[in-house]
């Protein structure tokens, strides 16, 4: 099978090194696609002695716009399956012959591999959208409260080694650029399930996540992740207020998950420099841009 791998990556030479050589694979890869998002710690220097991988180099536009500019290129190089991942998981040797083994089924859009943190299964997979309840989350029946033994239909998975078919690229497209990171992957598989097809979770197919390590303080984490809560509301009330089906998930869930952020900052403030007044209104903008749809990079105030 023609088998192309798309792995996004930025500012992460060591990892990516490591996920190169995963990705010589028991059943090989036809290709392996490298989506370097303007890394600037030598990665664009050492893809440039790589004479065995196809190197796209572009500005850093978020896991989504690369994603979307790795998937194109594959799909345009008459790719059968796209094995797509950042540069942060380990295929072990068989992890591509154990998702193929399962992609028979005519229906099957996209199989899905087991992830492990230090040894243990990580998942955020789950089984049901939940559209009707705003006080509930969107992902329902995750597979992290379940024992799962044999291949099982879900209805999400991470852009973290999900098998994409061709037809599923043909038939609902690529993911959505403009959400740069957070909910690009819910969005197109969610978007796969609306088009009939099959996401098949593959236990035996398996991954190894990194663990991020930090020394830094509880503030120090926080202002350094803060930029990325922006996306994570916008993005989700996005994907509430398009999908949701009735007014409450539309603009009820996402103002739930913005106040809870907003009631943490106001309680943090005096006591600490994780938050600052004026990322109150940046988190409200974040807000209003996802009821109102506009998405791609943020402006802060």
């Not at 028991?26 to 392996?32: A, K």
Request: glycine letters at 8%.
């Amino acid at each position: 099978m023609n088998v192309v791998a798309v792995v996004v990556t930025y500012n992460r030479l060591k990892l990516l090194k490591r996920n190169i050589a995963c990705l010589r694979q028991n059943v090989p890869v036809s290709s392996i696609v490298v989506v370097n998002n303007g890394s600037t710690d030598g990665t664009a220097e050492w893809l440039k002695t790589q004479d065995d991988l196809v190197v796209l180099e572009q500005e850093n536009v978020g896991g989504a716009g690369g994603f979307y500019t790795g998937i194109e290129h594959a799909y345009r190089m008459g790719a059968e399956w796209v094995w797509c991942m950042d540069d942060d998981v380990f295929p072990r040797a068989d992890c591509l012959e154990k998702l193929l083994a399962e992609s028979g089924r005519a229906d099957i859009g996209v199989l899905a591999p087991r992830r492990l943190l230090e040894g243990k299964v990580f998942t955020n997979d789950f089984q049901e959208y939940n559209l009707t309840n705003p006080f509930s989350s969107m992902y329902g029946r995750k597979l992290a409260k379940q024992v799962v033994t044999a291949p099982v239909e879900i209805k999400g998975t991470a852009f973290e080694g999900p098998l994409i078919h061709r037809k599923t690229i043909e038939k609902v497209g690529l993911p959505n650029r403009e959400l740069f990171i957070f909910c690009d992957d819910t969005d197109y598989c969610l978007r796969i399930v609306r088009a009939g097809f099959k996401i098949i979770y593959v236990p035996t197919a398996l991954m190894d996540k990194e663990k991020f390590f930090s020394n830094d303080s509880w503030s120090e984490r926080n202002k350094k992740k803060k930029w990325k809560r922006f996306y994570q509301i916008r993005n989700s009330t996005y994907l509430n207020h398009r999908y949701g089906r009735n007014a409450a998930v539309r603009y009820l869930r996402g103002f739930n998950g913005v106040m809870g952020y907003i009631v943490t900052a106001l309680f943090t403030i005096p006591f600490s420099d994780a938050w600052q007044w004026h990322d109150i209104s940046n988190l409200w903008q974040a807000y209003r841009d996802g009821i109102h749809e506009r998405l791609g990079i943020m402006k802060h105030k």
